[in-house]
Each structure stands twice: as C-alpha cells, then as structure tokens.
C-alpha cells in the first residue's frame, strides 16, 4: 500500500526554521517526482517546491526562493523540505505528494497521492 507520512512541523517564531519530512512506504521511491504543497485558510493549494526523480532538478515558488530547500534520500524512502528565514505568511498545511515521472513539475493537480498534511505556524 502507498503511503505518504509527513513529520517536523509545529511552531515556530518567525526567522525560524523547520524541517519537514516526507517517509513514502510501499513503493520505489526513485522513480516518482515528490512535491511539497501548502494550503492556508481560505487559500488555493499552492506549489512549494518538487524534486525531479532523475536529475535531482527542483522548482521552488518565488515566495521561498532562497530560504527553502528540498532534497530527497531513496535509500532512506524520504523527501526533506528544510525551511530557514520563515515568515508568517509561511503558516499553512504542508502536504507532500507524488506522481510517477521524471520532471520536477509543481502543479498540484496532477500528483495522485498526498500524505495526510502536516501543520506549520509562524508567529510571535
């Protein structure tokens, strides 16, 4: 059975940092793309960055350019987001999420399955 368990949020204060932890069970996690995705209230999900299966190629949201960062261990079946600098437009429901393929492509509609979401709060 696939399955996707996210870990490391919680509270922080804002110019802190976190990182999340995406374990994929029940299948072979090289050959899937794996996204982080995020929804604050009243807010569309929106793409926070993906990893490519192949290169290792990324995309990130101009919003957490430069202060996030994704990497993925496939010996270890888990995908890190680490979140440095947050702010607290940063608060949401973090989710990761996977498709089968190769590019890093950072549209939640087309990943099939998603974790559970995993809170994240930034504030004083």
């Known amino acids: 059975q696939v399955q996707l368990v996210e870990s490391g949020g919680g509270l922080v204060q804002p110019g802190g940092s976190l990182r999340l932890s995406c374990a994929a069970s029940?299948?072979?996690?090289?050959?899937?793309?794996i996204g982080w995705f995020r929804q604050a209230p009243g807010k569309e999900r929106e793409g926070v960055s993906c990893?490519?299966?192949?290169?290792?190629?990324?995309f990130y949201a101009d919003s957490v350019k430069g202060r996030f960062t994704i990497s993925r261990d496939n010996g270890n079946h888990t995908v890190f987001l680490s979140m440095n600098n947050l702010k607290p437009e940063d608060t949401a429901v973090y989710y990761c999420?996977?498709?089968?393929?190769?590019?890093?492509?950072?549209?939640?509609?087309?990943?099939?399955?998603w974790g559970q979401g995993i809170q994240v709060t930034v504030s004083s």
């Open positions: 999420a996977l498709r089968y393929g190769r590019e890093a492509l950072c549209v939640h509609d087309i990943y099939p399955r």
């Open positions: 029940g299948f072979t996690l090289d050959y899937y793309v």
């Open positions: 990893i490519s299966s192949s290169d290792g190629s990324s």
